[in-house]
């Protein structure tokens, strides 16, 4: 089965920045499981993986634009220390706090006594990334998975 819109797609991946060290990888732990055409993948992944099937192994690199968009300048937000008590604090270090926008992640740029200041861009925000994906199962999405917009069981939303 090709993968197309409404497939659940169980995958390996790993991904580094073009030349760089690896970011992050599934390899280790459960595959991800993702609904194709429902905006669960950046859209650069999304496409390269259309087509594909069960056992293909592919690496494909995904400008900042089909990624986390370009790194915005000035986009810092000053948050009270107490929301990091759980964080050992680095100035360079990734850490998700609640922000204006709801938790995500964000780069910790400067610490002071009683705020911190943090860089909203996504951390991989700027980048081009070279993603080495490895499809390990293609199959139709149930009706319920379509209506809610994403995978159930093994990988997926359990309830
Ligand atoms: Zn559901």
């Not at 938790?103 to 951390?123: A, C, F, Q, Y």
Request: glycine share 12%; proline share 6%; aromatic share 4%.
């Amino acid at each position: 089965m090709n993968i197309a819109n409404h497939h659940v797609v169980r995958l390996h991946y790993s991904v580094s920045e073009a030349g760089g060290e690896a970011i992050e990888s599934s390899r280790g732990r459960e595959p991800l499981a993702v609904l194709i055409g429902h905006q669960a993948l950046i859209p650069g992944l999304e496409e390269a993986l259309l087509g594909r099937a069960a056992g293909d192994r592919f690496e494909v690199t995904v400008a900042p634009g089909k990624a986390y968009g370009e790194r915005r300048p000035g986009l810092v937000q000053r948050i009270p220390r107490k929301h990091f008590k759980d964080h050992r604090l680095q100035v360079g270090a990734t850490v998700v706090v609640p922000t204006q926008m709801g938790p995500r992640p964000v780069t910790v740029e400067k610490i002071g006594l009683s705020v911190v200041d943090v860089d909203l861009n996504h951390p991989m925000a700027g980048k081009t990334l070279v993603f080495d994906v490895e499809v390990l199962e293609v199959r139709e999405a149930t009706a319920e998975e379509r209506d809610h917009g994403h995978v159930h069981g093994e990988g997926g939303v359990q309830h």
